[in-house]
């Protein structure tokens, strides 16, 4: 028997995730417990391609991280001294049980939830909980997530390992943070899976506009939190809102990998079941008062899903909910999305004030300069037009961001 090396690396992608969370509950060490899951793994590249991936794939990786934890256990002394072998052993075995049944061991899907939160602890830089989420609860290599993020793989190596050390070192519990502490630690949570999206729904830079893994990997974590915590509004808001934007993933770019605009969008394209349960999400989501920003932008979200074209898009709602969204979490960004929506509503020239007075925060943006070039281009200002598409074009650093305004700045003769 033959299995193809793919299948394999999905399995463990599959299943790592929850294997390593239950590792690092029980022996409180980050490092160890991603050798020993490698050392699991390695097994299975070993054993697997001629024996054939089992039908309980997470069952065959626990038993093994069991006995690979044991076994490195009663060969390092100093490991076996530190950390008490006999009660340690009693504790793998108990938390990694010689599991025969399909369903995942007791305790597995809690341990994800305190990996998770652990991950995206305050104490650690923004940077870190990104890197971190996507290395141990995502199942991503160090290398791809320096790839997503365009740094060198020695430099993200480093960013882990510091975060890692500054959980160790700074004894952040591994555990579910209690009622009182849950609604801030939940927000940091939501805001690192945003965060992993919106640089895969459009990279900040390279060759491509959508990461798509990245998404996906966004996705699936955003419904691990709500299945894990389920009914609050806010991490439904979240998973709705991911679940409509990714729904016009293949009709964002063309065959050219070149850039689609919402208004151009072939809308029989959009994915309809993905967008039918994001819609199924947002009246929950929106059940809180005040309702959270991830659910008001679901809400701006479903408006543009339900739309049968561009013009038909009801632009006066999308205006008034940027309007909601801009009061209960203010940025500058939100302020550009308002003044876009705004010009759709009432035209280029009401909106035009409100992105100039944006210039002082956003002048090093290319996305300002893009939009203030195509609301100077509709009140027909083409010399003004052209000085901004330039200055957006010595900014943006994603290659199909950069032919499309090259594009709308040709247009202009």
């Known amino acids: 028997m033959s299995v193809p090396a793919a299948a394999i690396e999905e399995a463990f992608r599959r299943e ?21 899951a490698q050392d699991a793994f390695a097994t299975a590249m070993e054993q697997w391609p001629r024996d054939g991936v089992p039908d309980n794939a997470h069952a065959w990786l626990v038993k093994t991280a069991r006995n690979k934890a044991i076994d490195r256990l009663r060969r390092d002394k100093r490991l076996a001294e530190k950390k008490g072998q ?38 650690l830089p923004l940077e870190a909980q990104v890197a971190l989420t996507l290395r141990t609860v995502a199942g991503l290599t160090t290398d791809e997530i320096a790839a997503a993020f365009l ?23 591994y555990r579910v943070p209690s009622e009182p502490e849950l609604a801030e630690r939940l927000d940091a949570v939501l805001a690192v899976l945003y965060l992993v999206f919106t640089e895969g729904y459009a990279a900040t830079a390279g060759d491509v506009l959508v990461r798509r893994d990245l998404c996906a990997q966004a996705i699936r974590l955003a419904r691990l939190v709500n299945a894990l915590l389920p009914d609050r509004p806010e991490a439904l808001g979240l998973l709705a809102l991911l679940l409509l934007q990714d729904s016009r993933r293949d009709a964002r770019v063309d065959a050219q990998g070149d850039i689609v605009l919402l208004e151009d969008q072939d809308r029989s394209r959009w994915d309809r079941p993905q967008i039918s349960e994001g819609l199924s999400l947002v009246p929950h989501a929106l059940r809180a008062s005040p309702p959270g920003p991830y659910a008001v932008q679901a809400a701006i979200a479903a408006l543009h899903a339900q739309a049968p074209s561009s013009a038909a898009t009801d632009w006066p709602q999308i205006s008034a909910l940027y309007g909601v969204l801009a009061r209960i979490a203010p940025s500058p960004v939100v302020e550009l999305n308002r003044a876009v929506a705004v010009a759709m509503d009432e035209g280029p020239a009401v909106a035009l004030p409100m992105v100039d007075a944006l210039a002082e925060t956003l002048g090093e943006s290319h996305l300002l300069h893009a939009a203030r070039a195509d609301l100077l281009a509709r009140t027909d200002r083409r010399g003004e037009a052209r000085e901004a598409y330039e200055r957006a074009l010595s900014l943006v650093k994603n290659e199909p961001e950069r032919r499309l305004l090259a594009k709308k700045l040709a247009s202009l003769g």
């Open 86 to 123: 006999i009660q340690l052993e009693a504790e793998i075995t108990a938390a990694l049980p010689d599991e025969t049944a399909d369903a995942a061991p007791a305790g597995l899907e809690d341990d994800r939830l305190r990996l998770v939160f652990t991950c995206c602890h305050p104490a």
């Open 151 to 173: 740094v060198p793989p020695p430099t993200m190596a480093q960013r882990l390992v510091r975060a890692k050390a500054k959980i160790r070192d700074a004894g952040i519990p």
């Open 16 to 36: 790592g995730g929850r294997v390593l969370a239950t590792l690092i509950r029980v022996l409180r060490d980050f490092d160890l417990a991603e050798e020993v």
